[in-house]
């Protein structure tokens, strides 16, 4: 694991809140509070075709007929 963990205030609670944070293969980051269960957490998930040319189009970039697939 290349990330690190620690320990932080709950700013909902002012209990403990064990953290994590990773860089590889991409920025995550957790928490979880263990006075009130407050957790947040970085999910991954896939765009579709129309989502990404909605992007693109706001950025005045031409739209994509399929998406390039993950090596």
Excluded: A
Excluded at 4 to 14: A, D, E, F, L, V
Excluded at 41 to 61: A, F, K, S, W
Aim: aromatic residues 10%; proline residues 3%; negative net charge.
């Amino acid at each position: 694991m290349s990330g690190i963990s620690s320990s932080m205030k709950c700013y909902r609670c002012g209990g403990e809140m064990n953290i994590y944070e990773d860089w590889k293969p991409h920025s995550y980051v957790s928490g979880e509070c263990l006075e009130c269960g407050f957790s947040y957490h970085t999910v991954e998930t896939q765009l579709t075709l129309q989502e990404v040319n909605e992007l693109r189009e706001y950025q005045e970039l031409e739209p994509l007929k399929e998406l390039k697939i993950g090596e």
